[in-house]
């Protein structure tokens, strides 16, 4: 890895003015987000800000995205409450210290694994498993803030056990705080469209529009700190976020306490893992946009080394995060620079914002987190699935209701597991056809698919799968089962095109088969066998043994073994 980073070398003035616009707009999304993540976390509103600083600069020094902005994401915030809340008691220091303790042993997992060049882990954890866990926690986040939008006291760590206390709790709703939340919800969700149309109506310019219109947020924290300002709320049942210590955090070394590491080594490999896939997945999309390329190795020391700057400055754990990365994206930045300038803004909030926010009603960072995990839930992944792929369904479907009923934890593990089942499931039953030729080409297909020709006294079987321990046996009984049915048949041809490996297994299968056609008077033939496997093969016995014999392509071994005299079927 170079010593400075490769976007320095051309960096002109034209970029660092992209790159600041981006900077600006960034830094005007994430105060509001950062001091909701912190309060998602169940730690002081700070500590979402310096989060939101330190990371960002070491991202942006080792990181291969141009436009991937780190900080705090609702998901691993979420994670971060459930691990640390089985420690300790939110709020208090030991919980604030294990939080800390947990950004500092996901950024040592996270180099470790790149160190180990670890990045191809992105591609275990499947697509359909990633998008129902992030739906679930989405679902778990929203209805956790209800209890800040209504003002009463609520608890759990699974939607069954939320929505019992809620209910549990629901006489004692502040409705001063409930007005607040619901005004604040409609209005961020009004904004998302509706605030950019008025402003260009308005006459405005329409990047300052659009960058007014990002602010949304911003605006909805002012107007309701002056309310609460105003009319003294607090007095009245409202909950607020209180003093917020001024300033940047100081650098101390988390603690080192043995136990409370061991503690936290499960929870913190999980959110190492769901961070880095969501990282990756963000980076890969916003990448392919411009024809750049991320090196998931380079990102798991680049995240690894942002949660190490965020334990160091008093932080929690941090990763990609999708909206800010979008945005930073759509606002033009070129380059990581943005992500600096966007801390330097957060540091500046930091310095001289921080007395503000002493009235801000945590009803307003509620509905801030309501809204910005809505975009998160996408229910039409399951229909999508039910009609694309039945496993891929049940892997969806495992998920979410893991997630929902038994926690953060055992839901991605209930997904990851589920997976791996079904993939070992599906391959242990391998897809294989009876293939015919097409009429006048030497070209062989599904029988059940196309008009081919066959001959009865050979049948032509195609593998799609590589043969292991697992699936051999299918095959074999597959293979029994016809020659039962069919009293002219003396050849079966093996097409080998989609076997990648045979393990010693199925080779043992094989044998077993060569060996039972045999004393059937029917002989054993394969085709087209690519060359590692037929290395294998020719370092054992197997071939010399072989009652029938390897052809190059299939087409030549139908023509070497049919029997003219015979007609053929026509299917």
Not at 97 to 125: D, H, K, P, Q, T
């Amino acid at each position: 890895m170079p010593m400075a980073p490769e976007w320095l070398r051309d960096y002109r003035k034209e970029t660092f003015v992209s790159d600041l616009l981006a900077g600006i707009i960034v830094t005007i999304m994430l105060i509001p987000q950062s001091l909701a993540y912190a309060l998602l976390a169940g730690l002081p509103a700070e500590m979402g800000l310096y989060a939101s600083i330190l990371p960002l600069v070491a991202y942006a020094l080792l990181g291969s995205s141009r436009t991937l902005s780190v900080g705090p994401v609702a998901v691993i915030s979420l994670m971060t409450a459930m691990a640390v809340g089985d420690i300790a008691a939110s709020g208090s220091p030991h919980y604030i210290e294990a939080a800390i303790v947990l950004a500092a042993l996901s950024g040592v997992l996270l180099l470790l694994m790149g160190v180990l060049r670890l990045g191809f882990l992105a591609n275990l954890l499947s697509h359909p498993v990633v998008s129902g866990f992030i739906t679930a926690s989405a679902v778990i986040i929203a209805v956790g803030q209800f209890r800040h939008l209504l003002g009463i006291p609520a608890q759990g760590d699974n939607l069954i056990a939320l929505l019992a206390s809620l209910f549990a709790n629901i006489g004692a709703t502040n409705w001063i705080t409930l007005g607040i939340g619901l005004g604040a919800t409609g209005f961020l969700i009004w904004s998302r469209r509706g605030l950019l149309r008025l402003l260009l109506r308005l006459g405005l310019p329409e990047q300052l529009s659009r960058i007014l219109a990002k602010a949304g947020p911003v605006l909805v924290i002012l107007v309701t700190v002056a309310l609460s300002y105003l009319f003294q709320l607090g007095a009245h049942g409202v909950a607020l976020v209180g003093e917020v210590p001024r300033g940047l955090p100081d650098l101390a070394l988390p603690s080192f306490d043995a136990e409370l590491w061991s503690q936290l080594l499960v929870s913190a490999l999980l959110i190492s893992i769901i961070g880095f896939v969501e990282s990756v997945s963000v980076g890969k999309t916003l990448a392919a946009k411009r024809r750049q390329r991320i090196d998931p190795n380079r990102e798991l020391v680049a995240l690894g080394g942002a949660n190490v700057a965020s334990a160091f400055s008093g932080g929690f754990p941090v990763t990609g995060g999708f909206s800010r990365s979008v945005v930073n994206f759509d606002a033009g930045a070129q380059t990581p620079a943005a992500s600096i300038l966007a801390a330097m803004g957060i540091a500046l909030a930091a310095l001289f914002l921080t007395s503000l926010l002493f009235y801000l009603p945590k009803a307003t960072l509620a509905a801030t987190i309501v809204v910005a995990v809505s975009s998160l839930v996408d229910f039409g992944q399951i229909r999508r699935a039910w009609h694309y792929s039945r496993s891929d369904f049940i892997a969806i479907v495992t998920t979410i209701i893991a997630t929902l009923t038994l926690g953060i934890e055992l839901g991605v593990l209930a997904g990851i597991l589920s997976s791996v089942l079904l993939h070992l499931y599906k391959t242990t039953r391998p897809h294989i056809a009876i293939v015919g030729a097409v009429a006048g080409t030497e070209h062989y297909r599904n029988v059940e698919r196309h008009n081919v020709i066959t001959h009865p006294n050979l049948v032509s079987l195609r593998i799609d799968e590589s043969l292991y321990f697992a699936n051999s046996s299918y095959l074999e009984d597959y293979i029994y089962r016809l020659v039962a049915e069919s009293d002219q048949l003396e050849h079966v041809i093996l097409q080998c095109t989609a076997v990648n490996e045979i393990d010693m297994s199925a080779l043992e299968t094989l044998e077993a088969i060569d060996h039972r056609l045999q004393e059937q008077g029917i002989r054993l033939h394969l085709s087209e066998v690519k060359g590692p496997v037929m290395d294998a093969l020719q370092s054992v016995d197997f071939l010399r043994q072989l009652s029938g014999e390897v052809f190059l392509s299939h087409h030549q071994a139908v023509k070497a073994l049919k029997r003219d005299e015979i007609e053929p079927y026509i299917i």
